[in-house]
């Protein structure tokens, strides 16, 4: 197997204290990220889903190195760590990597794909199915969700990033800048070059430039041209019991979840949505109990915390494992609220697809 790998090294003129206080600077800057180093003499080492990191501390500079067998994940991985390293040295540090390095027109975990059909599953959620090549890459039930580039309107020729010397992405021109929104990759079929994308459609009020997704999706057409890039994270670990709960921008992560759990999976599924016309028909082991939660006739403003709050979870809590994605101050409660119970972090998976605006203005980061 091929293993691909890129080296840095950061002089001792350029620290802010010795190499020694700079990697365990670093050290600590990971561990939010879920990164564990183990340290031997002058070298502290961590493996993540990305690659390996090592830290090698010298008399004259902190030397970095990454390391990965896939090239796109080289490439993601690097970029992470100059975000680190510029956090230690300032904005303005250059950052060269050698290596495996390269500086081409697009990434290599970056897709061109194209609208082939766009068909209405709910009147709030709309499918569109791409066609593109070589997909085996994001045909994973480990990695859910993409980044999807979506050139601005009326561009037919679109500029994508590409990857630049310090492994941080080149920015193509404002006026030829791609939004970029996560989604979840809902199917794909990479023999057939084919995957299809849900989008959730915002309210009237909120059909503006400042929602990108419900854009695109509002005016796609076949043979219209988008990027993509992944695949990345935020699926379930194994578990004999399972808390599924989110709000519309989460379903088709959810049903996907449901459709890849193993037959003799127990929990339940809680899903917000606005009303039954929301409702979709979903393929979950019998052991899964679905409730749809309506935001219309429910009286709160916020029925899927109420709900997840009502929950008599089970007394094994190392045997449960909960994935939550919903509105940022929602997430929040139910953060809160799981911990409470005894839900270890290496347990749960809680992410914040969106975020309320005060009225008259857009949602932001809104993905599905």
Same mark, same amino acid.
């Given at each position: 197997m @091929?293993?691909?790998?890129?080296?840095?090294?950061?002089?001792?003129?350029?620290?802010?204290? @010795?190499?020694?206080?700079?990697?365990?600077?670093?050290?600590?800057?990971?561990?939010?990220?879920?990164?564990?180093?183990?340290?031997?003499?002058?070298?502290?080492?961590t493996?993540?889903?990305?690659?390996?990191?090592?830290?090698?501390?010298? @008399?004259?500079?902190?030397?970095?190195?990454?390391?990965?067998?896939?090239?796109?994940?080289?490439?993601r991985?690097?970029?992470?760590?100059?975000?680190?390293?510029?956090?230690?040295?300032?904005?303005?540090?250059?950052?060269?990597?050698?290596?495996?390095?390269?500086?081409?027109?697009?990434?290599?975990?970056?897709?061109?794909?194209?609208?082939?059909?766009?068909?209405?599953?709910?009147?709030?959620?709309?499918?569109?199915?791409?066609?593109?090549?070589?997909?085996?890459?994001?045909?994973?039930?480990d990695?859910?969700?993409?980044?999807?580039?979506?050139?601005?309107?009326?561009?037919?020729?679109?500029?994508?990033?590409?990857?630049?010397?310090?492994?941080?992405?080149?920015?193509?021109?404002?006026?030829?800048?791609?939004?970029?929104?996560?989604?979840?990759?809902?199917?794909?079929?990479?023999?057939?070059?084919?995957?299809?994308?849900?989008?959730?459609?915002?309210?009237?009020?909120?059909?503006?430039?400042?929602?990108?997704?419900?854009?695109?999706?509002?005016?796609?057409?076949?043979?219209?041209?988008?990027?993509?890039?992944?695949?990345?994270?935020?699926?379930?670990?194994?578990?004999?019991?399972?808390?599924?709960?989110?709000?519309? @921008?989460?379903?088709?992560?959810?049903?996907?979840?449901?459709?890849?759990?193993?037959?003799?999976?127990?929990?339940?599924?809680?899903?917000?949505?606005?009303?039954?016309?929301?409702?979709?028909?979903?393929?979950?082991?019998?052991?899964?109990?679905?409730?749809?939660?309506?935001?219309?006739?429910?009286?709160?403003?916020?029925?899927?915390?109420e709900?997840?709050?009502?929950?008599?979870?089970?007394?094994?809590?190392?045997?449960?494992?909960?994935?939550?994605?919903?509105?940022?101050?929602?997430?929040?409660?139910?953060?809160?609220?799981?911990r409470?119970?005894?839900?270890d972090?290496?347990?749960?998976?809680?992410?914040?697809?969106?975020?309320?605006?005060?009225?008259g203005?857009?949602?932001?980061?809104?993905?599905?």
């Amino acid at each position: 197997m @091929t293993r691909f790998l890129c080296d840095t090294a950061i002089p001792q003129d350029l620290l802010p204290d @010795t190499p020694a206080a700079a990697a365990d600077w670093l050290v600590a800057a990971s561990e939010p990220y879920g990164l564990t180093f183990t340290r031997d003499g002058d070298r502290r080492t961590t493996d993540g889903p990305f690659g390996r990191l090592t830290l090698t501390v010298g @008399t004259d500079a902190l030397r970095l190195r990454t390391e990965s067998d896939n090239r796109g994940l080289l490439e993601r991985f690097r970029g992470s760590v100059t975000e680190q390293l510029l956090g230690l040295l300032g904005e303005d540090a250059a950052i060269v990597w050698t290596g495996d390095v390269e500086t081409g027109a697009l990434f290599a975990d970056f897709r061109e794909i194209r609208v082939a059909a766009v068909r209405d599953l709910t009147p709030r959620l709309r499918r569109i199915t791409f066609r593109g090549r070589d997909l085996g890459r994001f045909a994973t039930s480990d990695n859910l969700h993409v980044r999807l580039y979506l050139p601005p309107p009326g561009l037919e020729a679109p500029s994508w990033p590409r990857p630049g010397p310090d492994g941080r992405p080149v920015l193509p021109d404002p006026e030829r800048r791609p939004a970029v929104r996560y989604y979840t990759l809902r199917r794909v079929d990479a023999d057939a070059g084919e995957l299809d994308i849900d989008v959730v459609l915002h309210g009237d009020d909120d059909h503006s430039g400042e929602a990108p997704g419900a854009d695109f999706a509002r005016r796609a057409r076949p043979g219209d041209l988008c990027g993509m890039s992944g695949p990345y994270g935020l699926g379930v670990s194994p578990a004999s019991w399972y808390l599924l709960a989110g709000d519309e @921008t989460a379903l088709p992560a959810i049903a996907r979840i449901l459709e890849e759990l193993p037959d003799d999976a127990g929990g339940t599924a809680l899903i917000e949505v606005e009303d039954a016309a929301d409702e979709l028909p979903l393929r979950a082991p019998a052991g899964i109990a679905v409730r749809w939660l309506h935001r219309r006739s429910a009286g709160t403003a916020s029925p899927l915390v109420e709900a997840v709050r009502a929950l008599t979870l089970p007394a094994d809590r190392a045997g449960l494992f909960a994935w939550v994605a919903c509105e940022f101050d929602d997430l929040a409660r139910l953060r809160e609220h799981l911990r409470g119970c005894g839900i270890d972090r290496d347990r749960m998976l809680a992410v914040a697809y969106w975020r309320r605006t005060p009225p008259g203005a857009s949602a932001k980061g809104i993905s599905a």
